[in-house]
Every structure is written in structure tokens, then in C-alpha cells.
């Protein structure tokens, strides 16, 4: 079975302007982009559930939560089933993480992960039946402090090992504002799950390793003296998807278990820039039998 995943930090339907001096909403064109995608489940973090400060500064703000907005394609056929998650809530309004399907949203949880007053962060689970199988699907948008993040992540591990059994599919995809590569491993070899960069690079790496020993062996034999093989570090492939104009930080991450990942890419270029801070991801996975 074909699954296409994204993961996207929308930025609350608003972002500045070319030269920061006032916000720009930007919440129609994103929802045209979204349907673009022909994506069957999309992850998205910083989903304004309500704003009352936007919706009388801005013309044609959607009256709904931006979850149910985007849910429907810009010719407004409901499209997507939806659910949302609150992180923050503040006195106009609050925000959080959601998950669009169009397979049947069958059980949700939402857990408030913050680590500290000052910075409010949930994760959002979902089961999502896809007929013959159920995807457990965690939409996550981790902390801005390393400390606060490791904390997260650890809770995020303890909640699955406890809840989602073993061989179940899953997907973990978000923000997690993880752009040292520190979670990576801890992530991996507790759950299981594999990044899909890493998994749709892989023949690339061994290419590279390949190569990295036919160098060393011919140096080996030019100097004809004995020289152990080289082990090159093992370092989890991810993508650069911060600052959207021009990625550089390894910020979104897509992980699953029991899929195969047949292709990954980042959405980069001034198009995408113009709607969000952050790049989106896109993964083409097929469910494992």
C-alpha cells in the first residue's frame, strides 16, 4: 500500500514581509499548496485553532480553526479528516499541531510535553485506520532548549514503548528544532524507526563508503605499507529545512517504522519561502506487509 507523508510548520498562516515590517497572511495560498502535494496524511505544527487578533486585522481570515480551513481544498470539497492538538493558549486565542488524513481518524490523544513555563509544547497522536492496518501516527514540535528537548524526547519514547505495541506501523514526523543531529540515534534505536532521509540515502552512503576504502586501499598499496580500514562515523541523514529562503538548519524530521521509504524531498525555493519559515517535507512510503 502507497502512503505520501508531509510534515510542515505552517507559521500560523502569517509571516512577515520581504523586509519585516509587518505581517502578511498567507493562509489561502498555503492551502492550495497543501492540496498541491496529493499528500494522504500531513503533519503540521503551529495550527492556529483561534485568533481574534487576526481575524479582525486580517481581511478573509478563515472563521474556522486553520486545521478545518485547510482541510477543505480551495473549492471547499472537504478533502481531509482532521484533529488538533493545543500547545499554547493565550488570552485571544491558541495554537498547536494537527493531523489532515484521508483515511478515517479513529482515536487521538494530545499531551502537553512542556518543559518549562515559558515555552508551551504538545504531541499529538493519532490512529489512523488505513483498512487492513492502523498507523499510529505523532505529530511532534519539540522545545527551542536542548535540555528541554531531550526531557521531550524521552517522554515521547516512554508514551510509545508503553502504548503503541512493537510491530505496529508508525509515524513520528514534526519540528524538532533539533538542528545539532542529538536525537537522532537516541530516537532510532529506542523505537525502532528510521529517518526517511537516511533510509532513501542509504545506497548513496554505501557508495561513499565503497569509495572511501578503494581510496585508502590504493594509498595503501602506493606507500606498500599495511594500514587498518578506516570506519567512517555512523551519522543519521536529515534535511535541511530552516530558514525556508535558504535551508541550512536540520530542523523537520519524518521517522517510521514498518514502511519503506521509496523517496524523500525537501520543498525548498521562493514560492515556499513566501508562506512559512520553514521548508516542508514530502515521503513517498509504502506500508510494509
Known amino acids: 500500500m502507497k502512503l505520501r507523508v508531509a510534515t510542515y510548520n505552517i507559521h500560523k498562516g502569517v509571516i512577515r514581509d520581504f523586509f519585516g ?37 486580517f481581511e478573509q481570515w478563515p472563521p474556522e480553526p486553520q486545521d478545518q480551513f485547510l482541510a477543505k481544498s480551495p473549492t471547499l470539497r472537504h478533502t481531509f479528516e482532521t ?19 484521508r483515511y478515517s481518524i479513529i482515536g487521538l490523544e494530545n499531551r502537553d510535553v512542556s518543559d518549562h513555563a515559558l515555552e508551551k509544547r504538545g504531541v499529538l497522536h493519532c490512529r489512523v485506520d488505513l483498512g487492513a492496518r492502523r ?12 535540555r528541554s528537548r531531550e526531557r521531550q524526547l524521552q517522554v515521547l519514547i516512554d508514551w510509545i514503548e508503553r502504548e503503541v505495541p512493537q510491530e505496529a506501523p508508525m509515524i513520528i514526523a514534526g519540528d524538532f528544532n533539533d538542528w545539532r543531529n542529538q536525537l537522532n540515534e537516541r530516537l532510532s534505536e529506542a523505537l525502532g524507526v ?27 598499496e602506493g606507500e606498500a605499507r599495511e594500514l587498518a580500514p578506516q570506519v567512517l562515523p555512523r551519522m543519521v541523514r536529515t534535511a535541511r529545512t530552516y530558514p525556508a529562503l535558504v535551508p541550512w538548519l536540520r530542523m523537520d524530521r519524518i521517522y517510521t517504522r514498518g514502511f519503506v521509504v521509496e523517496s524523500a524531498q525537501v520543498l525548498r525555493g521562493p514560492r515556499w519561502a513566501q508562506l512559512s519559515d520553514h521548508s516542508p517535507l514530502l515521503a513517498d512510503l509504502t506500508l510494509g506487509s
Open 21 to 57: 515590517l509587518r505581517r502578511v497572511p498567507r493562509i489561502h495560498e498555503l492551502r492550495a499548496r497543501l492540496h498541491d502535494l496529493d499528500a494522504d496524511l500531513v503533519f503540521l505544527q503551529e495550527v492556529q485553532g483561534q485568533n481574534e487578533h487576526h481575524a479582525r486585522r
Open 83 to 101: 484533529a488538533y492538538g493545543r500547545a499554547a493558549s493565550y488570552l485571544h486565542g491558541h495554537h498547536g499541531n494537527a493531523l489532515l488524513s
Open 135 to 146: 498507523v499510529h501516527c505523532f505529530v511532534v514540535h519539540l522545545g527551542l532548549l536542548a
Open 194 to 220: 528510521t529517518e526517511v532521509f537516511d533510509m532513501a540515502r542509504r545506497r548513496d552512503r554505501l557508495a561513499a563508503r565503497v569509495a572511501h576504502f578503494v581510496r585508502a586501499r590504493l594509498h595503501v
